[in-house]
């Protein structure tokens, strides 16, 4: 989710290099044991399938990248950002600015000011070394590191309060003696001090259908369009309909649009007035006109509802929750008398030619049409033991979904408290807590008051675990923001100290995604604070949760040498701890097979030979503490064992040196002593053949 929002829709991607609409990464779901695994690709996100060890219940365990980051950017997510990439009219004067060494770019939301930051960080200092700055971060201290490009998004006012010519100057030659670069994008309504004005540059967003042409072009080059059919999408691009469309909104994500619909229409045999109806649709105006058509038809209302909160689910699990909130909305008008006279519980009965009424009532398809919605192809997936038949249900529209339930949750009163009160009678249906999470985080980017996450309570102490996800998810898009992220820290530190164990819970779910992905320093901070209470005859899910949110922080390269002596700390806390506990369970995994274990599906996975390979320095009183930890320290020595055995694990782990280096370290710790003297008594059969013990 993008945290430059518009007046089109607030939180589409921010532009040409934007990721496709997310909702496609929950579209196809399986049931496998006791996890879950997606079918299909979902735009950049990773799964982490939970294996057989007991759980809460059945939940979605999608990772969820994030936009932005507070720390190393992957290459990946720059490329994948820049897709297709159309360089803004301010370009020019951009890059010109920037060789100064320092930028401040002001921008409306939505403009694809970020998008713009990474292209001039990437022409500087390449894809791999771009690095995202706390919005809070003050400038005037902060110490720049040697050849790295930084993003600081929407400057937080109190910082730039201590900005003038001197401090700037001086930031400025503190990069320039780095051989760094440093973009900070600010909001167009903030005015910066006027002795600034030298490093500012008023941001000039590409016009839309430059974006949508890049975008296709990229899409050939990608193979996502067969090269040969890219002339026919630029020839529909170049119709009359098309150019006046894109005249209509001066916004990078318009083009995005365009294209997609475009590939469509090349690829699927999608008409081309279908596409211009799709991209209708996603207005907020045409949303609001088709609410307010309804209001007093509670059957349209519910499905209406029930499609924006759980869009791209399947129409079983879309049919239940709109007959549930329809019960609420006709209870809801029969309370209200005002309102009673408007609200029908149900449409008027079809009269027959001969008088008799239509039992059947219309079919589930014909009342998603009326509402602008649709199913789409039935397709089969496998759900562990069997296969079934699943069809998703989606707005026309490719942004309806979002307004509609903006507007239903944040102006009507009441209509909250009726959505929540449905999900609490929905019983878990497969990937509920992904769909209705990531759309109400959205929705909750757009509320006010101190008390807007608030809301997530309930379900972030409640005992079944996929309502834990719910709120998780939640956070996770809101944290996109960086005006919210302030409040996101707030609420988890808050949650993360209570004896409750199921809020706790929460924090660590919510590490275990976005969030955590962008700000592993405060993530690992939280868990470490999550480990404190009690556990409350509740340590298995405790500790599932926060071995699960380690994981995931693993997947990720960067992360590996935080998440490594974090470990090793708690495996120095004393037995029967919780931290102690979680980090034992992590090296038992390390050092018998891998973490996160087989079983798991992750995007990486390390295994003791990797670690001792890559960190040395750190896989040293990692191992140290293991064995000396009653809890792990068999597993540690199999794991030794097992690298020194495998010719290929050896050479890797540069075994030989790191076992000196472990007799070295063995003074005072009885656990690498009782090692070495094993290993000494058995050398004989346990030496690699051809190597003398």
């Not at 807590?433 to 109400?440: C, E, K, P, Q, T």
């Not at 985080?441 to 379900?459: D, E, K």
């Not at 693993?554 to 701890?577: C, F, K």
Request: hydrophobic share 40%; net charge neutral; glycine share 8%.
């Amino acid at each position: 989710m993008s945290d430059e929002p518009s007046t089109l829709l607030d939180a589409r991607p921010e532009g040409p290099g934007a990721a496709a609409p997310e909702a496609d990464g929950y579209r196809n779901r399986q049931h496998v044991g006791h996890g879950v695994a997606v079918v299909g690709g979902v735009g950049g996100d990773f799964h982490y399938h939970a294996g057989p060890e007991p759980r809460d219940d059945s939940v979605s365990e999608v990772v969820l990248r994030p936009e932005f980051r507070e720390g190393p950017y992957p290459a990946e997510d720059v490329a994948r950002r820049l897709l297709g990439f159309a360089q803004p009219t301010s370009y020019a004067r951009c890059r010109e600015a920037l060789g100064h060494h320092l930028l401040f770019l002001a921008a409306e939301r939505g403009a694809g000011a970020g998008t713009t930051a990474f292209a001039l960080l990437q022409e500087r200092c390449g894809a791999d070394r771009i690095t995202g700055l706390n919005s809070a971060e003050d400038l005037t201290a902060w110490q720049p590191g040697p050849g790295r490009g930084y993003l600081l998004r929407w400057l937080a006012p109190d910082v730039a309060d201590k900005l003038g010519e001197v401090p700037v100057r001086a930031l400025c030659h503190r990069l320039r003696e780095a051989g760094s670069f440093l973009v900070v994008t600010v909001a167009a309504e903030f005015r910066l001090p006027a002795d600034t004005t030298a490093w500012q540059v008023r941001h000039i967003p590409p016009k839309p259908y430059d974006v949508a042409l890049h975008r296709l072009r990229a899409l050939a080059a990608e193979r996502r369009l067969a090269p040969d059919l890219l002339p026919l999408a630029l020839e529909h691009l170049d119709r009359s309909e098309f150019r006046r469309y894109l005249g209509t909104f001066p916004l990078p994500a318009v083009g995005v649009d365009v294209a997609e619909e475009l590939l469509e229409v090349v690829t699927s045999g999608r008409t081309v007035a279908t596409a211009l109806e799709n991209l209708r649709l996603g207005g907020v105006q045409e949303a609001h006109a088709a609410l307010d058509g309804m209001r007093d038809r509670a059957d349209q209302l519910a499905l209406t509802a029930s499609v924006a909160l759980l869009e791209g689910l399947d129409r079983t699990v879309i049919e239940q929750f709109a007959a549930t909130l329809r019960t609420l909305f006709t209870e809801r008008a029969a309370m209200a008398p005002a309102l009673a006279p408007r609200f029908e519980a149900a449409p008027p009965p079809a009269v027959t030619p001969a008088d008799r009424p239509d039992l059947l009532g219309p079919a589930f398809e014909d009342r998603c049409a009326e509402i602008g919605a649709q199913p789409g192809p039935p397709r089969i997936v496998s759900s562990g033991r069997y296969r079934h038949r699943t069809q998703p249900v989606a707005f026309r529209g490719r942004h309806r979904a979002e307004s509609v339930l903006r507007r239903m949750w944040l102006e009507h009163e009441g209509m909250a408290e009726l959505f929540w009160t449905g999900l609490h009678a929905l019983p878990y249906q497969q990937g509920a807590d992904l769909a209705a999470g990531r759309a109400i985080g959205r929705v909750l980017v757009h509320a006010t008051g101190p008390q807007a996450l608030r809301q997530l309570q309930t379900f972030a102490e409640a005992d079944q675990r996929w309502r834990r996800r719910l709120a998780a998810y939640a956070l996770g898009e809101v944290a996109q923001n960086a005006e919210l992220m302030s409040g996101v820290q707030a609420q988890l530190r808050q949650w993360a100290g209570v004896r409750d164990v199921n809020r706790r819970c929460t924090v660590a779910e919510t590490c275990a995604g976005s969030y955590g992905l962008a700000r592993p320093a405060a993530a690992l901070n939280l868990l470490d604070t999550v480990l404190d209470g009690p556990d409350e005859g509740t340590e298995p899910r405790l500790r599932g949760a926060v071995v699960f949110a380690l994981g995931v922080l693993l997947g990720e390269e960067t992360n590996h040498r935080s998440v490594l002596r974090r470990i090793t700390e708690w495996l120095a806390a004393p037995d029967g701890t919780l931290r102690h506990a979680c980090a034992a369970q992590v090296t038992e995994a390390l050092c018998l097979s891998s973490f996160p274990e087989p079983h798991r599906r992750a995007t990486r996975k390390l295994t003791l030979a990797d670690v001792i390979g890559g960190h040395p320095d750190l896989a040293l009183p990692l191992v140290v503490a293991a064995l000396d930890a009653p809890a792990s320290r068999t597993a540690a020595a199999e794991g030794l064992a097992a690298v020194e055995r495998d010719p290929a694990l050896s050479r890797r782990a540069a075994f030989d040196t790191f076992l000196r280096a472990l007799a070295d370290a063995s003074a005072g710790h009885r656990g690498v002593i009782s090692f070495l003297l094993t290993r000494h008594r058995n050398r004989g059969t346990t030496a690699p053949e051809g190597k003398s013990a």
